[in-house]
């Protein structure tokens, strides 16, 4: 049989498909599956937990002491530099003495009047004494009227009234010199307290009174940190939890169990105690307002600085943690993969508690023992099987180091 050369065109294409078909169909071969991924593991730990809280935490003297002058004058002198540490009873200011001197010597001048007068009556009842003696034995022999020796009887009298009145004088002038005497020493305004002296709040020449602050001096060695903490911190502050048992803080005092952190994120070296709690919660905030007290060598803390007071409020026995790292959020609901058996995944959702160094604290939707995938969190899903491997990053930090 012979072909038209008009076909010959349309068999080689013919051809030319099946020859392709059967060349594909004999290189095909089966695809395998991957290789479970490499995710590394750790085991969930458990150990008894200190649990820490953090409050805002502003500092004040812990006594501060306003100066202000107990008389009224002008001001002539400032003595002591402003921000420097003063002494108990150091001047720190003179109000013109003049006008107080003035009236001390005046105060004097009347004393010594009174004096003299108190020496002019005593000499005339001394001679009222002698004219009575004199007098009294002429009038019983009726050698003189008995109505001389009255009037001397009543002279002598009167003279013992002024001797009285003129001691009760002098009393009254010395009362007068020690008044002007106090005054005076007024006149130099002095600190109260061991402490730093902060600005002067007059200048030079300014007329000022008992009611004028000058400056205030604050003692700041130790220091006092106030910090609000919530009803339910008090309570277990103060050791009544039934369930997170911790030590009374409230009688620790000489433990000295806080820890300060100020404002540019530094511990300071020194801890503090707990002085006392407020008498009542703030119906307004529930809050009680608590008053601790740090050392503070060189004054380096002073009233109005913030930072943040750390305590350790309870301690949770046998807890279980995990890193940080192995924990996801999704839609504010935490999970963490769980490696069960035959390495298969199971993705859990957990509750969460405080956050204690590195770790994180789960408080339920885990069991002791389980080992939950750290490294490699997004490359699992629920139902996978992966090729476990001990976590080989760093260990976190001690749970004791806090939050």
């Given at each position: ?71 009224s004058g002008y001001l002539i002198r ?156 008090y309570l277990l502050m103060a050791g ?164």
């Amino acid at each position: 049989m012979t072909c038209s050369p008009s076909k010959l065109p349309g068999v080689a294409l013919t051809i030319g498909l099946l020859c392709l078909y059967g060349c594909s169909g004999q290189s095909a071969t089966p695809q395998k599956a991957p290789p479970p991924p490499d995710v590394g593991v750790v085991d969930v730990i458990q150990k008894d937990v200190p649990i820490y809280s953090d409050w805002v935490a502003t500092m004040d003297g812990y006594v501060n002491a306003n100066i202000q002058p107990q008389v009224s004058g002008y001001l002539i002198r400032q003595v002591y530099n402003e921000g420097s540490f003063v002494h108990k009873d150091d001047v720190l200011f003179e109000i013109d003495p003049r006008p107080f001197q003035a009236v001390l010597d005046q105060a004097k001048g009347q004393e010594a009047q009174a004096r003299g007068q108190l020496a002019q009556a005593q000499a005339q009842l001394g001679l009222s004494e002698i004219n009575v003696k004199r007098d009294t034995p002429l009038a019983a022999a009726r050698a003189i009227a008995q109505s001389q020796l009255d009037n001397d009887i009543q002279g002598r009298a009167q003279a013992e009234a002024q001797v009285k009145t003129a001691a009760a004088g002098i009393e009254a002038s010395q009362a007068n010199v020690e008044a002007a005497e106090l005054n005076l020493g007024f006149t130099k305004v002095r600190s109260l307290i061991d402490g730093i002296a902060g600005i002067a709040t007059v200048q030079i020449g300014n007329l000022v009174g008992p009611t004028t602050v000058l400056t205030t001096v604050s003692q700041v060695n130790p220091i006092k940190v106030y910090f609000p903490i919530s009803e339910q911190e008090y309570l277990l502050m103060a050791g009544r939890s039934k369930s997170s048992p911790a030590p009374n803080l409230l009688k620790q005092t000489g433990q000295a169990p806080l820890q300060l952190t100020l404002s540019n994120g530094s511990v300071y070296p020194q801890n503090g105690h707990i002085v006392f709690a407020d008498r009542q919660v703030d119906s307004q905030t529930g809050t009680i307002r608590m008053v601790a007290a740090f050392p503070n060598p060189g004054n380096v803390l002073r009233p109005g600085q913030f930072g943040r007071v750390r305590a350790l409020v309870s301690s949770k026995k046998d807890a279980l943690m995990v890193p940080q790292r192995a924990v996801s959020e999704l839609q504010g609901r935490y999970q963490i993969a769980v490696v069960g058996p035959g390495n298969k995944i199971s993705v859990r959702f957990v509750q969460v508690g405080d956050r204690i160094g590195d770790l994180w604290l789960i408080n339920s939707g885990l069991q002791p023992g389980d080992k939950v995938v750290s490294e490699g969190v997004a490359k699992v899903r629920d139902g996978a099987v992966v090729n476990p491997k001990p976590d080989r990053a760093p260990p976190a930090s001690s749970p004791a180091s806090g939050q």
